[in-house]
Every structure is written in C-alpha cells, then in structure tokens.
C-alpha cells in the first residue's frame, strides 16, 4: 500500500520560513517523480514545485520561484520543500504527490497523493 505522509507545517508570521518533508512507502521512490501542490480555502490546487527521479530536474510556479526550494534523499524515501519569504495568501494545506514518470506540473498526472499538511501564514 502507497503511502505519502507530510510533515512539517504549522504557523509561521509572514517572512518566515518552513520546511515540509514528504516521506514515501509502499513504492519505489528513486523511480517517481515527485510534487508539492497546495489548495487555500475556497480555491483549486494549484500546482507548487516538482523535481525528477533524479533530483536533477526541478520545476516551480512562478510565484514560488526564488523563494522555495524542492529536493528529495532517495536513501530515506523522502522528498522536502524548503519555504521563506512566506506570504499570507499561502496560507494552505499542502500536498505531496507522486508521478510514475516524468516531472510534471499536472495534477491529473499524478499517481499517488498524500493527505497533506496545513500551513498558516499570519500577518
């Protein structure tokens, strides 16, 4: 059985940083591309970061680029997303999903979705 479980959100003032980590089991991890999307109350999923198999190919929205970073340890089955200059519209709960191939900024595309975790951005 597939299991994605997120970790690491909470409340953060605005300008703060946060780290999520994603770990996998029940799958190969080092063969799915793996993404981070997030949904504010009220509003779709939209789609955050993504990285390779590999971790050699990443791929941002555009309103995260510069701020944060995505990264995966095929060693530990896990895959992270380093967040700072929080802004409070970024204020959701945010997913981990897994993709039998390539990187992609699809939702539709992914395999596996975990249950997420909420982040609070106040201001």
């Known amino acids: 059985q597939v299991q994605l479980v997120e970790s690491g959100g909470g409340l953060v003032q605005a300008g703060g940083s946060l780290r999520l980590s994603c770990a996998a089991s029940g799958l190969t991890f080092s063969r799915y591309a793996m993404g981070w999307f997030r949904q504010a109350p009220g509003k779709e999923r939209e789609f955050v970061a993504a990285?390779?198999?590999?971790?050699?190919?990443?791929y941002y929205a555009d309103s995260v680029k510069g701020r944060f970073t995505i990264s995966r340890d095929n060693a530990k089955n896990t895959v992270y997303l380093q967040m700072s200059s929080l802004k409070p519209e970024e204020t959701a709960l945010y997913y981990c999903?897994?993709?039998?191939?390539?990187?992609?900024?699809?939702?539709?595309?992914?395999?596996?979705w975990g249950k997420g975790t909420l982040v609070t951005v106040s201001s």
């Open positions: 999903a897994a993709n039998y191939g390539g990187i992609t900024s699809h939702s539709y595309g992914m395999n596996y």
């Open positions: 990285i390779s198999w590999s971790g050699g190919n990443t």
